[in-house]
Every structure is written in C-alpha cells, then in structure tokens.
C-alpha cells in the first residue's frame, strides 16, 4: 500500500511535468490567485496574447481554456495553429486534425483507456463529440477541443485560463518575465523549468497530509497483524517454550527466537509487498493510464522496510516477553 501510493503520487507528478515541458514553451502566465497545480478557471482577457506578441523576444505565444470532465481528466481548447508553433504539433497515430467544430482530438492514452479509436464518438461536457485524430500523448492534455468551441461552450467566450508563450532565446526568460511581472501585477507567471520544479508532493494540497495517513495506517494495521499473529504462535507453542526452559533456555534465549522469528515475517512480508507493489503499479498503467499513472519507487524500498521491521518488533514484544517470563512447569502443563 505504501508502495503503490508513493509510485502513484510520483507518477502522476512527473506526467505533469513531462506534458507541461510538451509546450515547448518558455513562460506560462495563469490567472491571479491561482495553484500551479489546479486547473485555472478561464479568467484571462484574450487581449493579453497581443500584448506578449508586442514584447521584445516574443516569437510565438498561444492561450488555452481547461475545463474538468471527471477524475483528474480535463479537456483543453487550442488554437490548433498556434499551439502548433510553439509546441511543435502533434504526432498523429491516427486520424488527423480538427476539421470541424464538433471534433475532438484524444490522446492514446485515453483512447486505449475508453476504447476509442478514430471516427468514434465521446461525451464531453454532455455533448457527443467526434474523434478526428488520436496522438502521442505528453502535450498538456488528454483531450482536446478548437478554442472556440470551448469557450463558447462554457461561457468563457474571450476568455483563457493560461498563456504561453515563446522566446528567441531562453537565456531572455528572466529578463522578459520581470518586466511583465512590473507589468501585470497580481498573475503568477513562470519560466518553465521554475514551473515543473514547482510539481511536487509538498506542492500539491493535502496530498502530503494523505501519504502520512497511509503510512500510519499501515503501521497501525502492521503493528495489529504481526501482535495478533506473534500472541497466537506464543498460545500454540506454549509447550514448545516450556521444554526449552526446563532445558535450561534463559528468557533472553526465548526472546531472541521470537525476534528472529518476528524479523524473517516481516523481511518476508516486505518482499511480497515489492512484488505486489509492481503488480499493482503495472494494472494501474494498463488498464486507467489515462487517469492515473504509477511509476516504480526504489527509494521507498528501505524506507517501507524501516517500517515493515519497525512494526513487527512492537508487535512482538508482549507476546515476546509474555513468553519468556512463563513459568516451565506451567508451560509443561498447558493444554
């Protein structure tokens, strides 16, 4: 559990970041008082494109609306000319671009997710929409619409929720964006490699807060599973245990088996736990890699051994040193 989490968090971080370097772009610039996680609501003039097209160093810019569609899916409306230039466009695996204002163009993550493929019909927004072209996914979204269409559709006509934009040289980045931040006071705007540094789990709400619970959890059902299993191995070898004291076994002697015991469960537990961390992580990108995607941790390995040890050797204690205090002759009695 622990496992899976931390891959499922990671993973899902660095697909943001590898879609948003999918831009190609130098600055993004979003509305104010806005996460740079969440989706920006569409509160942005669409004037502000020809005022970065007028800026020094400006050589392409493009502005899109986001709106969510469910889970972590949300659908994105380009320009498709201008989100071209500057992210390079799309490489087709099926179909083609939009042709049409009922058109969408899915990426193959989502098309495999929902089973699609070209010509078939998907609804977004309540409204059936054609799939004209399915794409390599890692270009800011799954699921894309011409801008128009969506700004019209949610009442966002003139509207962006983010703009990107362009240089001639990324060595510019800085001085461009402290002039347009003298500029435009009040809107978050970010160079790109200060934008994906900003996609980590301390940066995105509650969700540090939620690994912690997990993680707790697990201790707590860990410290449960090996306590009512160690008490239990104690009751049935309560005879076993007597005739090692009346063999002359000194209560450390007792303890240093049960712990033993009590590590080779939990070295063993950790171990399918790896195992199944890698089947779970592998279901996961098979089956809903469009709406969540895992990756491997190694770097939890140690950590959820720590805990997986950690764990174990609390538990065991009471029925550890419940055992070793028993007295031979009773122990030899116990039926």
């Given amino acids: 559990m622990i496992l899976t989490l931390a891959g499922l968090s990671r993973g899902m971080l660095e697909d943001a970041q590898k879609r948003a370097r999918g831009m190609n772009a130098d600055i993004i610039v979003r509305p104010p008082g806005t996460s740079v996680i969440s989706i920006a609501p569409p509160n942005m003039p669409e004037k502000m494109l020809d005022y970065f097209r007028k800026k020094p160093h400006v050589v392409n810019v493009t502005g899109t609306v986001m709106y969510p569609i469910g889970g972590t899916n949300s659908v994105t409306g380009i320009d498709l000319e201008s989100f071209s230039e500057i992210s390079g466009g799309f490489r087709y695996l099926e179909g083609g671009p939009f042709k049409g204002g009922e058109e969408v ?196 390995w140690p950590i959820a051994l720590g805990i997986a040890v950690a764990a174990a050797l609390l538990g065991a204690v009471y029925p550890g040193m419940r055992a070793a205090r028993q007295d031979a002759i009773e122990a030899l009695a116990y039926e």
């Fill in 105 to 300: 163009i899915i990426d193959d993550w989502y098309a495999n997710q929902s089973k699609k493929k070209v010509g078939d019909t998907i609804n977004v927004l309540n409204r059936d929409w054609r799939v004209v072209g399915i794409v390599e996914p890692g270009k800011l979204a799954r699921v894309f619409m011409p801008l128009r269409v969506l700004q019209d559709l949610t009442g966002s006509t003139g509207k962006l929720s983010q703009v990107f934009v362009k240089l001639d040289d990324s060595r510019n980045t800085d001085a461009v964006i402290q002039e347009v931040k003298a500029e435009l006071t009040g809107y978050p705007i970010y160079s790109m490699d200060e934008l994906v540094s900003l996609f980590s789990v301390g940066n995105v709400p509650g969700l540090k807060a939620f690994i912690y619970v997990i993680i707790g959890l697990s201790v707590v059902v860990g410290f449960l599973v090996v306590t009512l299993t160690m008490y239990a191995a104690v009751l049935e070898r309560t005879r076993e245990i007597g005739i090692l004291k009346a063999l002359g076994a000194h209560p450390g002697d007792v303890m240093n088996i049960l712990v033993r015991e009590t590590l080779m469960l939990a070295l063993a537990g950790w171990v399918i736990g790896v195992l199944l961390s890698f089947a779970a992580i592998g279901a996961i990108n098979r089956f809903i890699r469009a709406s969540l995607q895992a990756v491997v941790v190694p770097d939890w």
